[in-house]
């Protein structure tokens, strides 16, 4: 199964670095890491991918270690307007349930 | 540009009843995506058309959904004797092509089956 394993929720407070982990043991060599966000009544939107090592953003970076069993999304100095779920990808189509992050003042 | 549209936004229906659920994609995306999401969960995957390459149907809990895309771009999602545990936020998304490429979700169907 192309399952992620991802913390079902987190708690921060605005301007913190958050970091969220996902863990995908099995993932295939032309597997890529995708992180999709989602507000409430709303479709996921992208938020960035990567195969490995690291990639950035205008909104997040991603880290992908060299044997690419897991994967940490970075949201650097968060925002109220950042609570939502945040989904790990490891091939399209697989979602999973999430990560629920909310950020407080 | 226009984003993904679906229609309706919301539907109600009895028991029973048949509900077809329309996706109009991005212009020019070749492939498109449907998922159901019950309240509070995730998304699940349910169908995946990719240019004229036969669907990917792997997703559909049962023979009672359907899917089809006519001409390469407007897709129906058919749900035929509804049961209540097809009550769902219904999604589509289109990409450009291919499983890797970003998807671009529209607004979802909510469908409630009384």
């Known amino acids: 199964l192309a399952k992620t394993t991802q913390p079902i929720s987190m708690d921060s407070y605005e301007g913190q670095e958050v970091n969220i982990t996902c863990s995908h043991n099995?993932?295939?060599?032309?597997?890529?890491i995708t992180w999709y966000q989602q507000f409430p009544s709303q479709g996921p939107r992208f938020i960035i991918q990567?195969?490995?090592t690291k990639v950035t953003n205008e909104v997040a970076s991603l880290f992908i270690p060299a044997d690419r069993k897991s994967s940490t999304l970075s949201l650097p100095r968060v925002s109220l307007s950042d609570t939502a779920v945040y989904y790990c990808l490891r091939r399209a189509l697989t979602f999973g349930s999430g990560t629920r992050l909310q950020v407080q003042p | 540009g226009a984003g993904v549209s679906q229609s309706p936004s919301n539907k109600v229906t009895e028991k029973g009843k048949d509900v077809e659920l329309r996706c109009d994609p991005i212009?020019?995306?070749?492939?498109l995506y449907w998922y159901r999401q019950s309240l509070g969960q995730g998304l699940e995957f349910l169908i995946y058309f990719q240019g004229n390459s036969a669907p990917d149907k792997s997703g559909l809990p049962s023979d009672r959904f359907s899917a089809e895309r006519t001409g390469g771009s407007v897709s129906t999602l058919t749900i035929q004797r509804t049961q209540q545990e097809d009550s769902a936020v219904y999604l589509c998304?289109?990409?450009?092509?291919?499983?890797?490429?970003?998807?671009?979700f529209g607004p979802g169907t909510r469908l409630t089956v009384l």
């Open positions: 099995n993932i295939a060599t032309n597997d890529y």
């Open positions: 998304a289109s990409s450009l092509a291919g499983v890797n490429n970003e998807q671009f």
């Open positions: 212009s020019g995306h070749t492939a």
């Open positions: 990567g195969y490995k």
